[in-house]
């Protein structure tokens, strides 16, 4: 495990204590069928290239009588999926359908906003990166998106702070920290 993320002032401005945090996902070779437990592999069809079958073996466990958690990343799963396809507002759907289950969920958010950068709606996009990082402020490609969009949208300060803070992750090593509900 990597030392906990010190206390930081997210986008929104709150300061937070720091949480463990663990090394990303380990990579899995998909093997049908296709149960919960192989997220890392519908995850590697869909950057694969093939985000129609994500959909449908996400979609089989509907029928399932699946935890919480396993709902979360179901859904998860699928808005990633829908984003893939250019389905934006089925992404955002989605997403939200994370949010209703677990209104932390810091990647749910993180759709909603790459979802609005497909719909060319940066404002919004901020919005939601931002709300990414203040529900985990380890999702390193929420940060850099936060830098790019306060960079282009001339809010210098903004992007200096997330800047500071992606700086700040990325010099621990790794590409994504996760935080779990205490």
Not at 73 to 84: H, K
């Amino acid at each position: 495990q990597i030392p906990a993320v010190p206390p930081a002032r997210h986008a929104a401005g709150r300061a937070t204590a720091g949480k463990e945090v663990e090394k990303g996902p380990a990579i899995a070779v998909l093997h049908p069928p296709l149960s919960i437990g192989d997220q890392p592999a519908l995850r590697m069809e869909q950057r694969a290239g093939h985000p129609h079958r994500a959909i449908g073996r996400v979609q089989a466990l509907a029928g399932e009588d699946l935890q919480t958690d396993q709902q979360v990343e179901a859904c998860y799963l699928r808005a990633v999926a829908r984003r893939y396809l250019k389905d934006y507002e089925g992404a955002i759907a989605s997403a939200r359908e994370v949010l209703d289950l677990r209104p932390d969920y810091g990647r749910a958010f993180q759709e909603i906003g790459y979802a609005r950068l497909g719909q060319n709606r940066p404002e919004l996009a901020a919005e939601a990166f931002a709300s990414a990082v203040d529900s985990n402020p380890g999702l390193v490609a929420s940060w850099k998106s936060l830098v790019n969009l306060h960079a282009r949208d001339d809010r210098s300060e903004r992007a200096r702070f997330a800047r500071v803070q992606l700086d700040y992750l990325e010099s621990l090593g790794v590409t994504a920290i996760l935080f779990t509900p205490l």
